[in-house]
């Protein structure tokens, strides 16, 4: 395994086939978005190294899928212990390659990563099939299911080793192989995690890591004839392009995407709660996260005092070197990214808004070296209509649009007005109320005076444009196997 390329002293990644790392002929720059310099080299695999990665995965399917979820749960966990083992080290390689906080890598994105191995791993020893008696035709019926075979799994760059562990833990603990590609913008974590893998013991081939680009490396796994399943999170139109490529061969797919999450707030509302809760559900991990919130509906009595407060406490969301533990917020992914964050403030400006706050570098005490990253500061929004794409369209960085509302029909109405439906907040003290909303309201996860409370057993996903499926708890073990139907005359 190659860590450094003497030349420039940059990290080269290798692809992990078969169980063995293996360079690339060309390469992509990977940046560090809290410098904006290059600092690692990722390869560019195409359909060579795909074609290469999905047969190590289908020569190792059959033994792997023959053992007993016992015997793989004992390996996951093993590679669990690993990565909470080397926490500090994952946590560092994350918040460097992606630019979020070294908190929020510490305490969120790597343990979830170890937790994802053993709650998945766990899982499976519990899921039961179905039987029916069918005594009056002299028959018994059951259901088994079976691993898919090999699964393609394709992750974003947000959450990177929490959301490729999320696909790849109950992928393998349900019996299948994988060939997985990460981000690659965000690719390190992924790496570092194959070296652990191996450690681990889980055979050859069980889970292959193609490094690359959307278009060649992905699209080679997406249109692979022998991939059956793909799981992918992303944008929507990486979604549809993906929906596209694996049509022909009517591929199994789950599709968790983009979101325009609506927060609705009544009167009533626990209000130190919710504005401490809608500040971080607006721009924890800068934002850059699928369920963060972006449009608040406030009822018009608490408006003024609302938006007052909420300003005030997204100016102390602390944007900054994602390695100062006071940094609540550290730099966004890329230039480009940054560039069509800003582009909607542009653009909300331009439309009459109202920048409440987020306005300038310049706010921001930033070191010399970290001049030309990627930080954009909580940005807060008002006196934008509905029908604009700043309101329409995911911006998917810190910035959160305000509105008053006056009634309740009102409320669901503009909520629901946005092709996406991830997720959606609602915040009341009137039980009935909030039951009321969240039946109404058209989001795949609803959160009622709180946001992001998470057990893994629940079913995860999207209506409308932010996806197809769900995963999580026996929505995973659902999608990763197939179900069979065998029925015994007697
Ligand atoms: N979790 C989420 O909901 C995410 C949403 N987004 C949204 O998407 C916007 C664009 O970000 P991108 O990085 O361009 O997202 P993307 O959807 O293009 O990238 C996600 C993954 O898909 C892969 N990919 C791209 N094109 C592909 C193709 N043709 N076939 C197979 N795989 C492909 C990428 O390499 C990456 O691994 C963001 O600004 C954000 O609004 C982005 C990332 C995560
Ligand atoms: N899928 C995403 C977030 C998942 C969070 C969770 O499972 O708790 C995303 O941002 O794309």
Known sequence: MSKTSGEHSLLV???????????????????????????????????EEVDAAVAAAEEAFPEWSARSPEQRAKILHKLADLIEANLEEFAQAESKDQGKTITAARTVDIPRAAYNF???????????????????????????????G?????????????????????????????????SEMTSVTAWMLCKLIQQAGVPPGVVNI??????????????????PLISFTGSTATAQRITERSAPYCKKLSLELGGKNPAIIFADADLDQCIETTVRSSFLNQGEICLCTSRIYVERSIYSEFLERFVAAAKKWKTGVPSDPSSKNGALISKEHLEKVRSYIALAKSEGGIIHCGEGLDQLDLPERNKSGYFMPTTVITGISDSSRVMQEEIFGPVTCISPFDTEDEAVARGNGVRYGL???????????????AQRLQAGLVWTNCWLVRDLNLPFGGMKNSGVGREGGKDSYHFFTEVKSITIKH
């Open 423 to 437: 997720s959606a907040t609602v915040w009341s003290k009137d039980v009935g109320k909030v039951h009321r909303v």
């Open 150 to 182: 090999v699964a393609g799994l394709i992750s974003p760059w947000n959450l990177p080793l929490y959301l490729l562990t999320w696909k790849i833990a109950p992928a393998i603990a349900a019996g299948n192989t994988v060939v997985a590609k990460p």
């Open 118 to 148: 053993r709650f998945f791993s766990t899982s499976m020893l519990h899921h039961t099939t179905d039987c029916s008696p069918m005594d009056h035709m002299g028959c018994l019926n059951y259901t088994v299911r079976c691993p898919v």
């Open 13 to 47: 990644l290798e692809n992990y086939i078969g169980g063995k790392f293996v360079s690339c002929r060309s390469y992509i720059d990977s940046y560090d978005p809290s410098t904006g310099e290059v600092y690692c080299k990722v390869p560019d695999s195409g359909k």
């Open 210 to 227: 193609v490094f690359g680009s959307g278009p060649r490396a992905g699209d080679a796994l997406v249109s692979h004839p022998e991939v």
